[in-house]
Nanobody, 115 residues
Framework: QVQLVESGGGLVQAGGSLRLSCVLS????????MGWYRQAPGNERELVARISNVGNTNYADSVKGRFTISRDNAKNTVYLQMNNLKPEDTAVYYCNAHFLNYYYWGQGTQVTVSS
């Protein structure tokens, strides 16, 4: 059974940084496209960043130049380094793993950016 466990969320002031981590267990991590999504109250869940199993990345326009997604296949972990955080980045951040027709989600971690 595939499980995703996120960590690293919290409260930070505008301009600060956080690093989110997500560990996958129960399957072969290197097969998966890994992504970070977020959902703010009243909004739909949106893609923040995604990294393929060979390291190709793409980002939402709103986070380009501030966020960096990376993966460590030896540790079954995907990271999201978030710099220069803004109040509009406040949301629950979810880790996602995708392989063929299989999609898995973590439980989410809260990120709150105060102005």
């Amino acid at each position: 059974q595939v499980q995703l466990v996120e960590s690293g969320g919290g409260l930070v002031q505008a301009g600060g940084s956080l690093r989110l981590s997500c560990v996958l267990s129960g399957s072969i991590f290197s097969l998966y496209v890994m992504g970070w999504y977020r959902q703010a109250p009243g909004n739909e869940r949106e893609l923040v960043a995604r990294i393929s199993n060979v390291g190709n990345t793409n980002y939402a326009d709103s986070v380009k130049g501030r966020f960096t997604i990376s993966r460590d296949n030896a540790k079954n972990t995907v990271y999201l380094q978030m710099n220069n955080l803004k109040p509009e980045d406040t949301a629950v951040y979810y880790c996602n793993a995708h392989f063929l027709n299989y999609y898995y989600w973590g439980q989410g971690t809260q990120v709150t950016v105060s102005s």
